[in-house]
T-cell receptor, first 111, second 114 residues
Framework: DGGITQSPKYLFRKEGQNVTLSCEQN?????MYWYRQDPGQGLRLIYY???????QKGDIAEGYSVSREKKESFPLTVTSAQKNPTAFYLC??????????FGEGSRLTVL | AQSVAQPEDQVNVAEGNPLTVKCTYS??????LFWYVQYPNRGLQFLLKYITGDNLVKGSYGFEAEFNKSQTSFHLKKPSALVSDSALYFC????????????FGSGTRLSIRP
């Protein structure tokens, strides 16, 4: 079945460590996204990519990095520069603007 | 900048009663508006969208939304609520600067009591 796979589902990190969240899609979608979800704040856009080898910063890109070397993959690295990384991270893809397909999410906890 | 606002953090409705989840928008030009639903510890699911045309848009699971340009609103509705409709609902708008950039509201938790 087509869909989006995020891994790991749960991740624990010590302060000062970088961590990479995986996002893979087999929907043949051009656009991919990373959002961060915090209680009471809805979803905030971190990065998005409209095509391979191109991506744009969203509203809260500081402390994060991404790459888009393949159409199917859009990994997110949470760096040590991100001051408050504990959150639920959601990856999505779309073919039609606005109609996003989401993964199941990755919950990152900094110890 | 484009934005959406969901004025209610929580909406409580009895099963079988109609429900409304409110959303207002602030955009320049014609808005492209969307509703999504999120069940606990899951990703979001697309419900419906308004691009142009009929102001009443029908979507998944019996939901519909009414676009009102004069009130800059895009409220989500359902004639008869089910307990299984209990979830977190997000309104979203497409950013005018980039067709691919989607901005979400803060979410409204819908609770349907039996």
């Amino acid at each position: 079945d087509g869909g989006i796979t995020q891994s790991p589902k749960y991740l624990f990190r010590k302060e000062g460590q970088n961590v990479t969240l995986s996002c893979e899609q087999n929907l043949n979608h051009d656009a991919m996204y990373w959002y961060r979800q915090d209680p009471g704040q809805g979803l905030r856009l971190i990065y998005y990519s409209q095509i391979v080898n191109d991506f744009q910063k969203g509203d809260i890109a500081e402390g994060y990095s991404v790459s888009r070397e393949k159409k199917e993959s859009f990994p997110l690295t949470v760096t040590s520069a991100q001051k408050n990384p504990t959150a639920f991270y959601l990856c999505a893809s779309s073919m039609v603007p606005g109609e996003l397909f989401f993964g199941e999410g990755s919950r990152l906890t900094v110890l | 900048a484009q934005s959406v606002a969901q004025p209610e953090d929580q909406v409580n409705v009895a099963e079988g009663n109609p429900l409304t989840v409110k959303c207002t928008y602030s955009v320049s030009g014609n808005p492209y508006l969307f509703w999504y639903v999120q069940y606990p510890n899951r990703g979001l699911q697309f419900l419906l969208k308004y691009i142009t045309g009929d102001n009443l848009v029908k979507g998944s699971y019996g939901f519909e939304a009414e676009f009102n340009k004069s009130q800059t609103s895009f409220h989500l509705k359902k004639p008869s609520a089910l307990v299984s409709d209990s979830a977190l609902y997000f309104c979203a708008v497409r950013d005018r600067s980039s067709a691919s950039k989607i901005i979400f509201g803060s979410g409204t938790r819908l609770s349907i009591r039996p």
